[in-house]
């Protein structure tokens, strides 16, 4: 069940990011056939490959699970730009995304 998983869930975020089996595999450092290996059911990552996947696609193991969110890499970036601001700046912030809830629900 969880193998399943991680192989769909790899191959959902790859096909989000627009690059291919191969090119992940290059960008990741492995050779040609290590995505497809992953995504065809003929092997899983080990925990060092899998942390590299998790970065490559710029979120945690938590978000990798976490298939509830559409885009995890954009509410992560997100989450840590707001790190960075003072109270002012987050009422203001929360005051637009109240605004853009309210316009999405009507």
Known sequence: ?????????????RLKKGVSEY???YDLGYSR???YNISSGKALPP???FFAICDYFGITPAEFFDDRR???ELVAKA???LETLDDSDLILILGHINR????TSN
């Open 1 to 13: 069940m969880y193998e399943n998983f991680v192989r769909d869930r790899i191959t959902q975020l």
């Open 23 to 25: 090119q992940m595999s």
């Open 33 to 35: 056939g290590y995505v």
């Open 47 to 49: 925990m060092k490959g």
């Open 70 to 72: 559409e885009h995890p």
């Open 79 to 81: 989450l840590k730009s």
């Open 100 to 103: 853009l809830q309210k316009d």
